[in-house]
């Protein structure tokens, strides 16, 4: 069986998802065929195993190699960011028929705007920070907001992840900078009131059938807040998992996450982040591909519960092919 680990992107969280891929790579069962696949601003490309390029032929998603028509069984859709996570590869290859390990179309696209998942999941009592959503072709005033979030807040691009372009606002003459700092990522930003507490995160996905949370890891960052250097860069971050927290209030985060997981109707593997705020849990944002790097946060939830990478990655593919 023929899995297209399909890797890169536009945003600039390429280069994560391109380690990401790389731990797909190395730990999916050897009973697959695997094949890489770049997705990038010069183009669709094969990657060989001597790290040459053949273009993909859109038209079907198949590649020319060796004078023989390669064409693939699932994808292992590994891109964080757009056009990966917000639901336009999904939809592309919803057209051709080809299974995908992640959420669809439609949840794929809701849970990209961190704007539109916090009203939906609002009506079903979760709770997150005020916010005021604005676009580059509004025009706003920085009272008014603050009225709304309060000082610290924080804003952040209303589509992407990995905490690129995310700053934190403590004073008001400090407002416009960073507004216009998130509009250098995307053309629509949220603005949110800081919630002070203890940041943690759920990883969740469809274990055979069940949808099955994983563990909770809290987040201890020495930075300001969990930005990109934190995450990725800084070694003094720590992710303690399971999460040293209150037994009745892990058992609410993993039954939360699963919740959250059901209402969207997500598929594959997921991760909730959280503030813990006067013991009740506030949702930052959901994450539909959430990273697979060596540093990433899921696969230390998966061993948690005695879930190795291979077997994770083997159970996304089986639900994509709907074996449950």
Same mark, same amino acid.
């Given at each position: 069986?023929?899995?297209?680990?399909?890797?890169?992107?536009?945003?600039?969280?390429?280069?994560?998802?391109?380690?990401?891929?790389?731990?797909?790579?190395?730990?999916?069962?050897?009973? &697959?065929?695997?094949?890489?696949?770049?997705?990038?601003?010069?183009?669709?490309?094969?990657?060989?195993?001597?790290?040459?390029?053949?273009?993909?032929?859109?038209?079907?998603?198949?590649?020319?190699?060796?004078?023989?028509?390669?064409?693939?069984?699932?994808?292992?859709?590994?891109?964080?960011?757009?056009?990966?996570?917000?639901?336009?590869?999904?939809? &592309?290859?919803?057209?051709?028929?080809?299974?995908?390990?992640?959420?669809?179309?439609?949840?794929?696209?809701?849970?990209?705007?961190?704007?539109?998942?916090?009203?939906?999941?609002?009506?079903?009592?979760?709770?997150?920070?005020?916010?005021?959503?604005?676009?580059?072709?509004?025009?706003?005033?920085?009272?008014?907001?603050?009225?709304?979030?309060?000082?610290?807040?924080?804003?952040?691009?209303?589509?992407?992840?990995?905490?690129?372009?995310?700053?934190?606002?403590?004073?008001?003459?400090?407002?416009?900078?960073?507004?216009?700092?998130?509009?250098?990522?995307?053309?629509?930003?949220?603005?949110?009131?800081?919630?002070?507490?203890?940041?943690?995160?759920?990883?969740?996905?469809?274990?055979?059938?069940?949808?099955?949370?994983?563990?909770?890891?809290?987040?201890?960052?020495?930075?300001?807040?969990?930005?990109?250097?934190?995450?990725?860069?800084?070694?003094?971050?720590?992710?303690?998992?399971?999460?040293?927290?209150?037994?009745?209030?892990?058992?609410?985060?993993?039954?939360?996450?699963?919740?959250?997981?059901?209402?969207?109707?997500?598929?594959?593997?997921?991760?909730?982040?959280?503030?813990?705020?006067?013991?009740?849990?506030?949702?930052?944002?959901?994450?539909?591909?959430?990273?697979?790097?060596?540093?990433?946060?899921?696969?230390?939830?998966?061993?948690?519960?005695?879930?190795?990478?291979?077997?994770?990655?083997?159970?996304?593919?089986?639900?994509?092919?709907?074996?449950?």
């Amino acid at each position: 069986m023929n899995i297209a680990i399909v890797t890169g992107g536009f945003s600039e969280e390429a280069k994560i998802s391109e380690k990401s891929a790389q731990t797909v790579w190395k730990n999916l069962p050897a009973h &697959y065929e695997k094949h890489l696949i770049r997705i990038d601003q010069t183009g669709w490309w094969y990657i060989t195993e001597n790290n040459a390029q053949i273009p993909v032929d859109k038209n079907d998603f198949s590649v020319t190699v060796n004078n023989s028509c390669l064409t693939f069984d699932v994808v292992f859709l590994i891109i964080h960011g757009t056009p990966g996570e917000d639901g336009k590869l999904q939809g &592309y290859f919803d057209l051709l028929k080809i299974p995908y390990t992640t959420s669809g179309v439609l949840a794929s696209a809701i849970t990209f705007n961190k704007g539109i998942t916090t009203a939906l999941l609002r009506n079903y009592g979760i709770k997150s920070a005020q916010s005021v959503v604005i676009s580059k072709k509004d025009r706003f005033s920085a009272k008014e907001i603050l009225q709304k979030t309060g000082l610290p807040c924080f804003i952040k691009p209303n589509k992407g992840g990995s905490s690129i372009g995310v700053s934190k606002v403590e004073k008001e003459s400090d407002l416009v900078t960073s507004i216009n700092k998130a509009f250098e990522h995307d053309d629509e930003i949220i603005i949110e009131e800081f919630i002070e507490g203890r940041e943690i995160t759920c990883g969740v996905i469809n274990y055979k059938g069940t949808v099955k949370a994983l563990a909770v890891t809290e987040i201890i960052s020495p930075n300001n807040f969990f930005d990109f250097n934190a995450k990725y860069q800084n070694k003094n971050t720590k992710e303690i998992t399971p999460a040293p927290i209150e037994k009745t209030l892990y058992e609410q985060c993993m039954n939360l996450t699963e919740k959250i997981y059901k209402t969207l109707q997500l598929k594959g593997m997921a991760r909730i982040d959280y503030i813990i705020r006067n013991n009740q849990l506030y949702l930052i944002e959901v994450n539909t591909i959430p990273g697979l790097t060596e540093q990433s946060l899921l696969p230390q939830q998966a061993a948690h519960q005695n879930i190795s990478l291979p077997e994770l990655l083997e159970n996304s593919i089986q639900q994509a092919l709907g074996k449950f």
